[in-house]
Nanobody, 122 residues
Framework: QVQLVESGGGLVQAGGSLRLSCAVSGRTFSRYAMAWFRQAPGKDREFVAR????????IYADSVKGRFAISRDNAKNTVYLQMNSLKPEDTAVYYC???????????????WGQGTQVTVSS
């Protein structure tokens, strides 16, 4: 069974930084693309960033481009989201999501963790 454990969230002032982590167990992590999503109160869950299985290709939502960086450590079965220049509108619960099929372009799977809360004060 796939398990996802997100961590690293917290309260930070605007302009600050946080690094989120997502530890994955229950599948061969290195074979799957990974993505980060977020959900703010009263809003739908939205895509933030994704990375392919090897770490050689990344894609970002326009709202975070140039401020966030997704990376992965296949030896540690962990994907990261470095968030810089944080804004109050980045406040949300952040979730990681593993891709559906091994070695293929990312598509959303049904595996979700509990998320980690990020709150950015103005």
């Amino acid at each position: 069974q796939v398990q996802l454990v997100e961590s690293g969230g917290g309260l930070v002032q605007a302009g600050g930084s946080l690094r989120l982590s997502c530890a994955v167990s229950g599948r061969t992590f290195s074979r799957y693309a990974m993505a980060w999503f977020r959900q703010a109160p009263g809003k739908d869950r939205e895509f933030v960033a994704r990375i392919n299985w090897s770490g050689g290709s990344t894609i970002y939502a326009d709202s975070v481009k140039g401020r966030f960086a997704i990376s992965r450590d296949n030896a540690k079965n962990t994907v990261y989201l470095q968030m810089n220049s944080l804004k109050p509108e980045d406040t949300a619960v952040y979730y990681c999501n593993p891709g559906l099929k091994p070695y293929l372009a990312y598509s959303t799977s049904d595996y979700w963790g509990q998320g980690t809360q990020v709150t950015v004060s103005s």
